[in-house]
């Protein structure tokens, strides 16, 4: 009879059951695994257990042999019954029905022949063994090694090789750059996995064991790999998920977060700013066609920057209302252009965004001049022309610029700007080109299929008589 325990298998049967169970995230669903493995067992509280069999509270403590929970097997609907003790915290409840399904998938009931398992039938020697590997299940299950310590290294949270401190805080990354809230490895494993304090410094006291487990008995955790955590920091005030290096909420610019489970959360999509610190694709329209000097989104006219209106070199998130860095109003907010971002995030999900506006104008790379006019489909036109000696229409795709003002008060028109024959704007000032004006060009909302957004009435309209 084998008394010492075996920690590879409780590793390796805790991600295999994740893996069969499709659990993509943290913390995990119970509910999950059990629809999975409906067939092998089924939960029930002590206080139901109680009414259905009018059993004290005394008695069923005593039939289980424990205040938290057993699991049974039961030969009338031939398969195990995990019993859990309701007035329990949540947390304590989750680890002990893992611990205790743990018997189940490692077998313990079976190896056995006890439909119980407790201390008095089993031997106190032989129960520590039992009870052991069900922990170790357990803690794989719910926050697996390697799973913590990706969550850990994201925080700059690495084992001290020498002295006494354990796991505590190194570096500054990403994710803690410019964070000031202060957290401990304990902290961010109880919060991120949903389990108890006790439970966390137990997770943390054997993670390094877990892992050299991991590694001496080459167990494969790649199927795993995927599952995410739903934990992260958030403002403590208004509730928006903080993005990475942010000292201040990019919604209402406080500088207080917390690290917590927030399903309810408003969370900033992730749009991406390429090599030319452009967003990419735009958070409007969805273009990702951009030249490198670009300020401005040649489909929809949107500036491709959010910059803060203390210091410009702060570059923020398009929806963000507050500097990352400094927490003043950034140049989107209350403009239209953050409310077309927020149209544009109720219409699209993130994966299916981005686009490319397919233009069928022949046009020459070298000047931008059209081979073909776009609006009557002359061809020829001379070596130095500028303008469709048919229809007049410019052949190359300027912007309409507007003016500007000395320090004078005197007003001098703009110098145009050159675009591609399919730009609605101009990427260089953000007005419109000569071909959108003209009616040329389709919007990126009748593209999309979209209903152009409402007159907001300050619209000139000649057909009014005064």
């Excluded at 325990?5 to 913390?27: K, W």
């Excluded at 006219?301 to 507050?322: Q, R």
């Excluded at 990427?427 to 209903?451: A, D, H, M, S, W």
Aim: with cysteine; aromatic share 10%.
């Amino acid at each position: 009879m084998r008394l010492n325990p075996d920690y590879q298998q409780p590793i390796i049967e805790a991600l295999i059951v994740l893996e069969d169970a499709g659990i993509d995230r943290f913390p995990v669903s119970l509910h999950a695994i059990q629809h999975q493995f409906r067939n092998l067992f089924e939960f029930c509280s002590y206080g139901q257990l109680m009414a259905q069999s009018g059993i004290s509270q005394e008695k069923c403590f005593k039939y289980f042999g424990s205040e938290d929970g057993a699991a049974v097997m039961d030969e009338r609907c031939g398969k195990y019954i995990v019993y859990y003790n309701e007035k329990k915290k949540k947390q304590r409840i989750r680890f002990t029905i893992a611990h205790e399904i743990g018997h189940i998938f490692l077998g313990h009931h079976d190896e056995y022949g006890k439909p119980i398992l407790e201390r008095g039938g089993v031997g106190q020697e032989l129960y520590k063994r039992l009870e052991n590997e069900a922990n170790c299940f357990a803690r794989n299950l719910l926050c697996p090694a390697y799973h913590t310590e990706r969550l850990l290294d994201s925080h700059g949270i690495s084992k001290v090789a020498d002295g006494s401190e354990g796991w505590v805080v190194i570096q500054q990354t990403p994710v803690t750059a410019n964070l000031k809230a202060r957290f401990s490895a304990e902290s961010l494993i109880e919060k991120a996995f949903d389990i108890s304090s006790p439970a966390a410094k137990a997770r943390i006291g054997l993670l390094q064991a877990d892992i050299n487990k991991y590694s001496t008995s080459n167990i494969d955790w790649e199927s795993t790999k995927h599952i995410q955590h739903a934990a992260t920091w958030y403002c403590s005030h208004c509730g928006w998920k903080r993005m990475p290096g942010a000292s201040h909420c990019f919604e209402c610019g406080r500088k207080q977060f917390v690290f917590k489970i927030n399903d309810s959360v408003i969370n900033y999509r992730d749009l991406g700013v390429n090599s030319h610190t452009q967003f990419s694709p735009c958070p409007v329209c969805g273009n990702e066609i951009f030249s490198e000097d670009a300020g401005y989104c040649r489909i929809c006219g949107t500036p491709l920057t959010n910059p803060c209106t203390h210091d410009p070199s702060h570059l923020n998130h398009p929806e963000a209302k507050h500097c990352y860095a400094c927490g003043k109003p950034t140049a989107f907010k209350d403009s239209k252009y953050h409310i077309q971002i927020k149209q544009s995030l109720e219409k699209y999900s993130e994966g299916d965004f981005s686009m490319i506006y397919k233009s069928e104008i022949k046009y020459d790379r070298k000047t931008n001049r059209v081979k073909e006019c776009p609006r009557c489909q002359n061809e020829e036109f001379s070596a130095d022309a500028t303008y469709c000696r048919i229809c007049g229409l410019p052949l190359v795709n300027n912007c309409i610029p507007g003016q500007w003002e000395d320090d004078f008060g005197n007003s001098y028109p703009r110098d145009p700007h050159e675009n591609l024959p399919d730009s609605r704007f101009c990427e260089q000032c953000g007005e419109p080109t000569v071909y959108f004006q003209n009616k040329l060009l389709k919007t990126y909302r009748e593209i999309l299929g979209l209903p152009e957004a409402e007159d907001d009435g300050d619209e000139f309209d000649p057909d009014i008589p005064f």
